[in-house]
């Protein structure tokens, strides 16, 4: 596995970031971060809200495969540390919610560039109503919970629910991590407990820490990896189904073929 990062855009401001890491300038750090602006905009059109700008469908930019990624959570677990670990090597350590923010970053994933979209969405209640239509435009998800606090991990559950609603589907690309391990005296879920969940979600669990920077890349590489797994699955499911086609098509022109010899044949005989 070879890993290379490097983000590609800088948003408006990054909040009065007390960052705690040194190699923030060696990163060529630009985030990319906006409110409810620029990718992840959704147009409001006579009070309704239109369709996302992001298309479904896989996307491209600057030669790059864009992999669209949501990282969901309850409020205060840690997903925009995480996100901003990821980003940036740096530790976020107040809690200042989220409404949503969006980061780019480019990475070397096994040899093939990727340009990571993330969407770091909000925990709190009162920021949620724009959870349907980023759920929609989502190609992967990373579901977080706090190994402190039992409520979020519960709550897991609930995202993982809304995802399936949304998508009308379970097989979507998805990891998920349980944060903070680092506050082991504080732990209130444990690790078997956190892996049991992923094996009833049916997808990849790390135990992360952003304060430590421990399997943060990991969780976000696993996610590309699954997309891209989903992505070969899917296009081998379409060429069998359009070989299984042609072999039905050709059956069915081979018993054509012998009936129409009969009739020819009965004519010819009348
Ligand atoms: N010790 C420790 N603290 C963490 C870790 N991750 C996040 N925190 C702290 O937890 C608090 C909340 O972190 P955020 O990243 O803002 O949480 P969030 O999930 O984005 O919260 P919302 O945006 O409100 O949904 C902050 O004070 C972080 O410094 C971690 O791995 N270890
Ligand atoms: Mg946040």
Redesign the pocket.
Known sequence: MSIGCSVLKKSSKLKSTRFTSSDEDSMQTQLSKSKKKQQHQHVRENGNISKPLHPVQPNMRGGLRVYKIVIL??????????T?QFVSHS????????IEDSYQQQAVIDNEAALLDIL?????VEFTAMRDQYMRCGEGFII?Y?VTDRHSFQEASEYRKLITRVRLSEDIPLVLIA?????ESQRRVTTEEGKNLANQFGCPFFE?????RHYIDEAFYTLVREIRNKEIQKSNDTNSEKLHSRHRRSRWWRIRSIFALVFRRKRNLN
């Open positions: 959570g309850d409020g205060g677990v840690g997903k925009s540390a995480v901003l530790f976020l350590d107040y809690h200042d919610p989220t770091d969405t909000a925990g709190q977080c706090s944060n903070k391990v680092d506050l992360t820490s952003a304060a430590l």
